[in-house]
């Protein structure tokens, strides 16, 4: 199972929920969000380390170093950071 390490916040173990902000939501982390579809960009943060896989093609364009926690899975144990 990958861990997810929110900076400022905690970490919590994804467990094969839809995608990675699923898994922050259900274990309580404050996550900004709005469309959960890849659409608004509004779910961007950092990706500090770590490796994820996207589980849908996101229509919001993301800069080099960000993710979208609405369109993506962990694959590896992550730190993100909230921007
Ligand atoms: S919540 Fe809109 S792009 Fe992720």
């Known amino acids: 199972m990958a861990k997810i390490t929110v900076v400022g916040q905690g970490e919590c173990e994804f467990d094969g929920q839809f995608s990675m902000l699923e898994a922050l ?3 309580g982390f404050d996550m900004p969000y709005s469309c ?3 659409n608004c960009g509004a ?3 950092r990706l500090i380390s770590g490796e994820v896989e996207e589980i849908q093609s996101p229509a919001y364009d993301s800069r080099k170093g960000e993710i979208l926690t609405c369109s993506v899975i962990p694959v590896t ?3 993100i950071e909230l921007i």
């Open 25 to 27: 939501d259900e274990n």
């Open 36 to 38: 959960r579809g890849g």
């Open 43 to 45: 779910c961007t943060v």
């Open 77 to 79: 144990d992550v730190e």
